[in-house]
């Protein structure tokens, strides 16, 4: 299911929870044509959520993100994955006929 944060307001009982998976997610497409590396995603997590995630947790997230298809992994730089267009798609589904 992915590592998940619980962030209920104790006061108000509103949940304010994101997945860690989301926030890695976001950070990987937030990284240049480049890539992002592991510490690239922990310091956009830091910067931009006031969290300091421990590596294995991001290990964790980027090995689900990864294994669900949405990011891929080349040498040690993550990078979002390609949306498949529809003609692939179809050609997927039902082969070259």
């Given at each position: 299911m992915g590592a998940f944060r619980d962030f209920t307001n104790k006061r108000s009982g509103v949940?304010?929870?994101?997945t860690v998976e989301?926030?890695?997610?976001?950070a990987v497409e937030a990284s240049p044509s480049k890539g992002a590396t592991l510490?690239?995603?922990?310091q956009h997590?830091?910067?931009?959520?006031?969290?300091?995630l421990?590596?294995?947790?991001?290990?964790?997230?980027l090995s689900s993100l990864?294994?669900?298809?949405?990011i891929t992994l080349d040498g040690?730089?993550?990078?979002?994955?390609r949306r498949t267009s529809k003609e692939d798609a179809m050609k997927q589904l039902f082969g070259d006929g």
């Open positions: 949940d304010f929870g994101m989301a926030w890695v997610l976001e510490r690239n995603v922990q997590i830091d910067e931009h959520h006031f969290e300091e421990a590596v294995d947790t991001l290990e964790a997230a990864q294994a669900a298809g949405k040690e730089r993550y990078y979002p994955a």
